[in-house]
């Protein structure tokens, strides 16, 4: 009888979980999509609670029916119920990814620790929106860096060291400074963009003052591979809008992306070791 309840609990709360999981990433596609056109709207007519969801085309209000995360993607199959536009395959993505992150997260510390799991999948909504703004918009909002950084230091506090995280923030802070300004000195070329560089500094209490070099290196490495697929990415933007001439190989690179990956790699290692 013992049994049969605990695999009751433990299926009720693996489906409550991912259904939460699904509605996050409802979430999320909100913050990405309205994040960055906050900085482009006039008198704080976007924000991420106003006005209500619409599509992006034909501007109509999207019921509740078709708010349902991934369930009515597919029974639209991948359209607008009013203008029949395809929706942006980048909705379901997020849906799913967080779908899988929270199922993931519950395997592995839900049982044990509730309040690492809360952590961990706050660290990865947080991780995947700023990659995602980072990649299509080339900016990361300082909003989601202070979000990100006060998680750290919450996490910093009840599972690292955060003296030492502390100290590290202050040594890695002068080292990035150092680079800076011995970028504008001697070097016209820029090598991190300040936004990079405000992310690498806000993910040193979620990695640890010692472990933070770890990050940098996995980062470098992972960033040429995103330069891969980032090339790829605007030349099929480009050509399908026939603006071949003017694609530019030399262009800046988003590298947010490879620090989220980086980070989420080396927090794991650490938390599993």
Known sequence: MTDVIVHFYFWFDLILVSVIGLCVGS????VIYRIPLSYTCHGGVMSVAFPPSHCPVCKHSIPARDNIPLVSYILLK???RFCHERINVLYPVTEGATFIAFICFYM?????????FLLSVFLF???YVISIIDFRYYII?????LVLFGGGVVYSYLYGNIIYD???LVIYFLIFAIIVFACESFSDKQILGMGDI???LSVVPWAGGLNFPFVMLISSIAGLFLAGIWKLYVKKIYVSNELTKDIDENRFIPFGPAI?????IVYLAVLLR
């Open 166 to 168: 502390a100290l590290g």
């Open 198 to 200: 405000k992310l690498y």
């Open 260 to 264: 989220a990956v980086a980070l989420l």
């Open 125 to 127: 909504c947080l991780l």
């Open 141 to 145: 909002p300082d909003r989601l860096l």
């Open 27 to 30: 979430f999320l596609n909100v």
């Open 108 to 116: 592995l510390f839900f049982n044990t620790d509730i309040v690492l």
């Open 78 to 80: 991948g359209r607008c």
